[in-house]
C-alpha cells in the first residue's frame, strides 16, 4: 500500500485524473451557466431547449463539435496549424496537479516548494498556441489577433504577477498550502491586500482575453480573431483551453486572497485542523467549500461579460502599464512598509474601509430627478 | 530514473538547438528554442534550483521568445528568402565551430570531472537567494534594475523613432 | 545524482551549437537566437559548479544573467525592427554601414 511506486506514481495520477474529471464537468457544465446567465443578463431566453431549461446543452455543443465537418484552409502552415489548439491544452491540464483543492495531504496533488511559481510559468506558456494558430492560419485577421493576444497576454503577465507579490510578502511562503494555512490563523488575504485583489481580478480577465479586454477575438474588427479558421473539434480545443484557464484563475484567486478550502478566519469556524477532525467527510467538504468559490468567481467572470463595454488596444495597454503596474508596485511598497513597521493587522483596516465606501457608494440613495430633463442635465 | 531523464531532456535540448542553427524557417527556429529551453528547465529541476527553473519558463518561454515570435510574426519574416552564405564561410564555420566545441570537451574532461558531490542537501529556495540577493548582491541588483530601465527607454527610441517620420512624411 | 561533468559537456554541445549557428547564418533574427543558446548553456555551467561547490553565488548569478538576457533581446529586437524598416531585410551582411 505505501510502497514509493504508489507514493509517487499511482496517488498522484490518481488524484490528477480525479481533478480532471471534476473540471471537465465543471467546464462543461460553465459554457451553459454562462449562455443561461447571458441571457438573463440580456433580458432573452438563451439555451433552453435541449432537455430540462436546456440543461442537455452541456451534451449536445460536443457532440455538435465532434460531427461538425473540419476545415483545414489550403494555404495554411499544416503542422503549426494544427499544433495551435493543442498547445495551450497542455499547460491548462497540468497546473491542476500544482492546486490544493482541500486539507492536504490526502486532496492535494501534489506539494511543490515554489508551486505558485510553477502554476505561472505554466500559465504564461499558454499564449503559444494563441499567437501560433493565428498565425498558422494565413489570414490577416486571424494574424492580427495572434499579435493582439501576445502583446495583451504579455502586458497583463507583470501586474498579475506583481499582484501576488503582496500576498507572499504576507504570507512568507511560495507554498499554496502554505498560504491558505496563514489565512486561516489570520484574516484572508484579500482584507490587507485588497488592491491587489482587485488588480489580480482585472489581470486575469486580460489573461484570458475575456470580454472587456477580448481584443483578440474582437468580432467587430477581427470577424473571430485567431480561431477564425478553426472549427469543429480544433475551435472547441481552444474554447476548452480558455474555460481551463479561467477555472485555473478562480482557483488561484480562491487560493491566494479567499481561504482556498476554509472557511474561517483567525482560527474560527472551519479550518483545516477542523476539518481534519471530520475525518474523509471533512476533506470532502473542503473540496465542495473550494469548487463552490470557485464557480463563484466564475460567475463573476461572467458578470464582467455581461456589464462592461470593450476596449480600445490603446486604452487596454495604457490602463496595463500606466495604472495596473504602478497600482501594484504602490500596493507592494505599501505592504512593506506595513511589515516593516510590525503592523501587519492594520492593513485590515484598509481592506474593511475601502469595502464600506464601495458599499456605501453602491448603496447610496439616488438624487431626485430633475425636474425638466435637458436644462440641468450635463451642466458641467 | 535520474539518469533517463538526464539523458532524454538532454537528447531533447540539442536536436531542438540544431533545429534552430540549421532550419531556415524562423519560426520554427523560434519554437525550437523554446522547447530547448523547456528542457533546459528539467535541467534545472535536476540541478536542486526549482525556483531557477520556474523563472528560466517564465522569463524566456513566457516573455522573450514570446518577443521573438511577435517580431518574426510583425516583420513577416518566414517569406523573406534568406540568402545562402557562402561555401568558404560555411566551411569555416562548421570546422571552427567544431575545433572550439571539441577543445571545451578537451578541458571539461581532462580539468572538470569532479569526484563526487558534496554531501547534503542543497538549499536553493526563493528565501535563500532573495536574502542573498538583497544583503550582498544589492549594488548589482540595483545596477541591473536601472539597465532594465535604460533598456527599455532604448528599445522605445528605436522602434518609436518610425513611427513619428511616417507621420511626418504626407 | 548525476555527475557535475554530464551537465558541463551537455552546456558545451549546447555553447558549440550556438558558435556554429552565429557564424553560418545570415538571418539577424536567428544569429540573436543562437546567442540566447549560448547564454543558457552559460547558465546551465553556473548551476552545475553551483551544485557541485554548495554555493548559492551562481544561481545569483544565473538571476542576473536571465534579466541582462531580457534587456538585451528589448534591445536587440527594437534595433531589427529599425532595420527591417529602413531595408526591408534582416541580413546581417546589409547592415554594413555604421550609420543607417
Known amino acids: 500500500m505505501n510502497t514509493p511506486l504508489m507514493h509517487y506514481l499511482v496517488w498522484p495520477l490518481v488524484k490528477f485524473l480525479i481533478a480532471f474529471i471534476i473540471v471537465q464537468v465543471l467546464v462543461a457544465a460553465m459554457n451553459w451557466i454562462e449562455r443561461r446567465l447571458l441571457g438573463l443578463f440580456q433580458a432573452r431566453l438563451g439555451p433552453n431547449r435541449v432537455g430540462y431549461k436546456g440543461l442537455l446543452q452541456i451534451i449536445a455543443d460536443p457532440v455538435k463539435f465532434l460531427l ?10 499544416k503542422v503549426a496549424y494544427f499544433l495551435g489548439p493543442i498547445l495551450p491544452l497542455i499547460p491548462a491540464f497540468i497546473v491542476f496537479c500544482l492546486i490544493p483543492f482541500g486539507p492536504p495531504p490526502t486532496f492535494t496533488v501534489t506539494r511543490v516548494n515554489v508551486g505558485l511559481l510553477l502554476i505561472l510559468a505554466l500559465t ?3 499564449v503559444y498556441g494563441i499567437i501560433l494558430g493565428g498565425w498558422a492560419s494565413n489570414n490577416k485577421y486571424s494574424l492580427m489577433g495572434g499579435l493582439r493576444s501576445a502583446a495583451q497576454m504579455v502586458s497583463y503577465e507583470v501586474p498579475f504577477g506583481l499582484s501576488i507579490v503582496g500576498v507572499l510578502m504576507i504570507c512568507g511562503s511560495l507554498d499554496l498550502v502554505t498560504i491558505v494555512r496563514y489565512q486561516e490563523t489570520n484574516a484572508w488575504n484579500f482584507l490587507p491586500q485588497i488592491v491587489a485583489c482587485f488588480i489580480f481580478l482585472v489581470a486575469m480577465n486580460a489573461e484570458n482575453n475575456r470580454t472587456p479586454f477580448d481584443l483578440p477575438e474582437a468580432e467587430s474588427e477581427l470577424v473571430a480573431g485567431y480561431h477564425t479558421e478553426y472549427s469543429a473539434m480544433k475551435f472547441a480545443f481552444f474554447m476548452l483551453a480558455e474555460f481551463s484557464m479561467m477555472i485555473v484563475n478562480s482557483c488561484l484567486m480562491v487560493t491566494l486572497f479567499f481561504g482556498g478550502w476554509t472557511l474561517g478566519m483567525f482560527g474560527i469556524g472551519l479550518t483545516t485542523d477542523v476539518l481534519r477532525h471530520m475525518g474523509m467527510f471533512g476533506g470532502i467538504l473542503g473540496t465542495l467549500i473550494f469548487v463552490t468559490k470557485v464557480m463563484l468567481f466564475m460567475l463573476i467572470y461572467v458578470w464582467f461579460r455581461a456589464t462592461f463595454p470593450r476596449f480600445r488596444f490603446d486604452q487596454l495597454m495604457d490602463l496595463g502599464w500606466k495604472w495596473m503596474i504602478p497600482l501594484a508596485l504602490g500596493n507592494i511598497f505599501v505592504t512593506a512598509i506595513f511589515i516593516l513597521a510590525g503592523q501587519e493587522r492594520l492593513m485590515y483596516w484598509i481592506g474593511i474601509v475601502s469595502i464600506g465606501l464601495a458599499a456605501m457608494y453602491l448603496f447610496k440613495p439616488k438624487p431626485k430627478r430633475a425636474a425638466a430633463p435637458g436644462k440641468v442635465a450635463h451642466a458641467s | 530514473m535520474e539518469f533517463a531523464i538526464f539523458f532524454f531532456f538532454a537528447a531533447v535540448a540539442v536536436i531542438f538547438a540544431l533545429v534552430v542553427v540549421l532550419h531556415r524557417n524562423p519560426v520554427v527556429g523560434a519554437l525550437s528554442l523554446v522547447a530547448s529551453f523547456f528542457a533546459l528547465a528539467v535541467m534545472y529541476v535536476l540541478l536542486e534550483a526549482p525556483f531557477l527553473a520556474a523563472l528560466q519558463v517564465i522569463v524566456y518561454a513566457g516573455a522573450i521568445m514570446v518577443l521573438f515570435l511577435f517580431v518574426i510574426m510583425l516583420l513577416n519574416l518566414q517569406h523573406v528568402a534568406e540568402p545562402v552564405t557562402r561555401p568558404v564561410q560555411q566551411f569555416l564555420g562548421y570546422t571552427s565551430g567544431a575545433a572550439f566545441g571539441l577543445g571545451l570537451l578537451y578541458y571539461i574532461v581532462k580539468y572538470a570531472v569532479f569526484a563526487k558531490l ?3 542537501p542543497f538549499v536553493t529556495d526563493a528565501r535563500t537567494i532573495g536574502i542573498k540577493l538583497f544583503e550582498a548582491y ?14 527599455i527607454v532604448g528599445a522605445l527610441l528605436l522602434s518609436g523613432r518610425q513611427y513619428q517620420k511616417r507621420e511626418a512624411a504626407p | 545524482m548525476i555527475p557535475t561533468h554530464y551537465f558541463l559537456i551537455l552546456s558545451a554541445i549546447l555553447f558549440t551549437i550556438g558558435v556554429v549557428g552565429v ?9 540573436f537566437m543562437s546567442i540566447e543558446l549560448m547564454v543558457n548553456a552559460v547558465n546551465l555551467t553556473f548551476l552545475a559548479y553551483a551544485r557541485q561547490f554548495h554555493q548559492v553565488h551562481g544561481l545569483i548569478f544565473v538571476f542576473f544573467i536571465m534579466a541582462i538576457a531580457a534587456a538585451e533581446a528589448a534591445v536587440g529586437l527594437a534595433i531589427f525592427i529599425t532595420l527591417f524598416h529602413h531595408r526591408d531585410t534582416i541580413d546581417v551582411d546589409e547592415a554594413n554601414l555604421m550609420h543607417w
Open chain 2, 118 to 120: 558534496p554531501a547534503g
Open chain 2, 138 to 151: 544589492v549594488f548589482p541588483f540595483e545596477m541591473v534594475s536601472i539597465l532594465l530601465l535604460a533598456a
Open chain 1, 68 to 77: 461538425k465537418e473540419d476545415i483545414v484552409p489550403a494555404s495554411a502552415e
Open chain 1, 124 to 126: 504564461s506558456t499558454g
Open chain 3, 23 to 31: 557564424l553560418t547564418r545570415k538571418n539577424g533574427i536567428t544569429i
